[in-house]
């Protein structure tokens, strides 16, 4: 928790280092910019000539940096162009780089005209290989060293006079966080409201809904405005930006489809996203369907419908029971908006776990049934074709594209141009999004696929919401809708969610 850190990134990705490293290179030049307009060459004479305007110097450290090129392509390319610039330029506008590595050999690196731009060379006990890429062609010094801890400093470029040994210092576990403790304190005591909270990547845990930006924004507002284009919150993008959404567009095959990540995996997305939602609509613009096929040994069985409590706005979770009728009504409503005529409101319909419903499986009768009742599949399929420019979206998970492509034929995954995907077989990734891109993807991490992205979007799915944040949604429709909100809750609970089951999520007696 140093206070002079902007961004910390723990078991990073290269995505998210890019990033960073393009962030840094439009500091570069907005700060260029300054200079241009203050008439100034240096950090020092801009400081003298705007000392209103802080402008602090900049250190990049970048531990591993040979991560950026264990690969040549589009990361590795522009990494060396971002990193040679840096180098090159950024001393003179106040920022600085600092690379580590255990080795510099491999296939890929970072280009020797680069490492030439950097005066100040650190070399412990290497290879000559590495000595010479490190220091220089004629100094191997570096390979000498035996004892632990020895190094060589070299502020000379790596020439052969400018060795200096020294001996690296020890700093005990204890004392260091005494020291950093001791910095944070100062920082705190001199500049209480000077440091902003740094953005923090850590890449071996999922997310928090709870610090997702756009919903706490959506949650201190006091008045909901329907927006144009609801946006679901799924999870933080692997770069400097905003928080990854799905953006639902009354656009035809506008519906979104997830595959893989387990049962929590897609259970979280859907539980972020109905959140997400709900908060952008008042409770009488926007409906939600919702088939759950959680397994009911599963932990988490019935969390949809817990959570479902805290909201005003209808939800109703179907059943087979009764899954043919309200989809025959649904696919009415739809057919009568494209007429003009139908209910006002968003509709979302979602399943989770498709492949758990064989009655959304759409058969072939070759024109021999006789029977000529519409199933519920052909009610499903008519909603997902024709809602999505009338405000009705579906969104869809399923745990294989094995399994959804027996519930969904090839038509059918047409209308279903949003996508997120888990890690799964490069031959699946092909057929769902033409890239083995998906096959790469490790724990925590998932790809989001939309039309309007160049190439998929890699992000980490938020973890399931704690109890702290539905509590203060719970709260938060309370006070805007009073005593109507308890109302509409008291009406709907026994209708929405039929289990009653409210362990582990807040509702009014709580």
Same mark, same amino acid.
């Given at each position: 928790r140093l206070p002079h850190a902007q961004v910390?990134?723990?078991?990073?990705?290269?995505?998210?280092?890019?990033?960073?490293?393009?962030?840094?290179?439009?500091?570069?030049?907005?700060?260029?910019?300054?200079?241009?307009? #203050?008439?100034?060459? #240096?950090?020092?004479?801009y400081r003298e000539k705007n000392p209103e305007q802080p402008m602090p110097r900049i250190v990049l450290l970048v531990d591993e940096f040979q991560e950026f090129f264990i690969e040549d392509d589009r990361i590795a390319q522009e990494a060396g162009l971002l990193l040679d610039r840096l180098v090159?330029?950024?001393?003179?506008?106040?920022?600085?780089?600092?690379l580590g590595s255990q080795t510099l050999g491999g296939a890929y690196a970072l280009a020797r005209s680069t490492m030439d731009q950097m005066g100040?060379? @650190?070399?412990?006990?290497?290879?000559?290989?590495?000595?010479?890429? @490190?220091?220089s062609k004629d100094n191997t010094a570096a390979r000498l060293l035996t004892r632990p801890g020895e190094a060589i400093y070299n502020a000379a470029g790596g020439a052969v006079e400018g060795n200096d040994l020294f001996q690296i210092v020890w700093l005990d576990d204890n004392k260091?966080?005494?020291?950093?403790q001791k910095i944070r304190h100062q920082a705190d005591a001199q500049f209480p409201d000077r440091f902003p909270t740094p953005i923090i990547f850590e890449g071996t845990t999922r997310p928090l809904l709870d610090e997702c930006q756009p919903l706490q924004q959506q949650l201190a507002q006091t008045e909901i405005i329907a927006p144009k284009a609801p946006v679901a919150w799924v999870g933080d993008p692997i770069a400097i930006k905003p928080a990854t959404g799905v953006t639902f567009r009354p656009i035809g095959g506008n519906n979104?489809?997830?595959?893989?990540?387990?049962?929590?995996?897609?259970?979280?997305?859907?539980?972020?996203?109905?959140?997400?939602?709900?908060l952008q609509y008042p409770q009488d613009q926007a409906r939600f369907y919702i088939l759950d096929g959680t397994p009911e040994d599963d932990p988490n069985s019935g969390l949809l419908g817990r959570i479902s409590r805290v909201l005003p706005h209808n939800i109703y979770f179907l059943d087979r029971a009764n899954l043919a009728e309200v989809l025959s009504e649904l696919a009415s409503e739809v057919a009568a908006r494209h007429k003009g005529q139908g209910r006002i409101g968003k509709v979302f319909v979602m399943v989770n776990g498709i492949q758990r419903f064989r009655d959304l499986r759409k058969e072939e009768d070759f024109g021999f049934r006789r029977?000529?009742?519409?199933?519920?599949?052909?009610?499903? #399929?008519?909603?997902?074709?024709?809602?999505?420019?009338?405000?009705?979206?579906?969104?869809?998970?399923?745990d294989t594209y094995t399994n959804v492509s027996r519930i969904l034929d090839r038509n059918a995954l047409?209308?279903?141009?949003?996508?997120?995907?888990?890690?799964?077989?490069?031959?699946?990734?092909?057929?769902?999004?033409?890239?083995?891109?998906?096959?790469?993807?490790?724990?925590?991490?998932?790809?989001?696929?939309?039309?309007?992205?160049?190439?998929?979007?890699?992000?980490?799915?938020?973890?399931?919401?704690?109890?702290?944040?539905?509590?203060?949604?719970?709260?938060?429709?309370?006070a805007l809708t009073e005593n109507s909100s308890s109302e509409s809750n008291s009406e709907g609970n026994s209708e929405r969610n039929p289990e009653g089951n409210s362990e582990g999520i807040p509702d009014q007696s709580t």
């Open positions: 910390v990134s723990v078991e990073s990705e290269r995505e998210f280092g890019l990033s960073v490293l393009q962030r840094l290179d439009l500091e570069l030049r907005n700060r260029g910019e300054a200079y241009r307009l #203050s008439g100034v060459n #240096s950090l020092a004479e090159r330029q950024g001393r003179a506008f106040g920022v600085h780089v600092v100040v060379r @650190i070399a412990l006990q290497c290879s000559e290989a590495d000595a010479q890429l @490190i220091l260091r966080e005494e020291l950093l979104l489809l997830i595959i893989g990540g387990g049962e929590e995996g897609s259970l979280s997305l859907f539980v972020s996203s109905l959140l997400s939602l709900a029977d000529k009742t519409v199933s519920a599949a052909d009610h499903f #399929s008519s909603i997902t074709k024709d809602g999505p420019p009338v405000g009705v979206w579906t969104l869809v998970s399923a047409r209308d279903y141009t949003l996508r997120i995907l888990f890690q799964m077989s490069a031959n699946d990734s092909a057929n769902l999004i033409d890239s083995p891109a998906a096959s790469r993807l490790g724990r925590h991490r998932a790809l989001l696929i939309t039309d309007e992205l160049a190439q998929p979007e890699k992000f980490r799915p938020y973890e399931l919401p704690t109890r702290e944040l539905i509590i203060s949604i719970r709260n938060k429709w309370e």
